[in-house]
Nanobody, 121 residues
């Protein structure tokens, strides 16, 4: 069974920093990409940042310049460093791994349960 686990959420004052960690366990053939999403109350889930095995990263416009995604996908671990946090960053943050169970499998997304981030002014 594949499990995705996030940690590191919490509450922080605006302008502060938080770091989120994500690890993947279980039998997988490969991971093509790992991503951070967030979902604020009453809003749709949105992609925040992604990391590919070759080190390629992407960021949402709202995250550029403030958030940094890093990690080691072969080791199934990524990290999201969030700086200069704003109240509008308040959301549940989810990690996902786009992966194949076997060499013949189609890739699919595996999701964590999420971790809450609250930024207060």
């Amino acid at each position: 069974q594949v499990q995705v686990a996030e940690s590191g959420g919490g509450s922080v004052q605006a302008g502060g920093s938080l770091g989120l960690s994500c690890t993947v366990s279980g039998l997988l053939f490969s991971i093509d990409e790992m991503r951070w999403y967030r979902q604020a109350p009453g809003k749709q889930r949105e992609l925040v940042a992604s990391l590919r095995p070759d080190g390629t990263t992407t960021y949402a416009a709202s995250a550029k310049g403030r958030f940094t995604v890093s990690g080691d996908i072969p080791k199934r671990s990524i990290y999201l460093q969030m700086n200069s946090l704003k109240p509008e960053d308040t959301a549940d943050y989810f990690c996902s791994a786009n992966a194949k169970r076997t060499i013949l499998s189609q890739p699919r997304d595996y999701w964590g349960q999420g971790t809450q981030v609250t930024v207060f002014s």
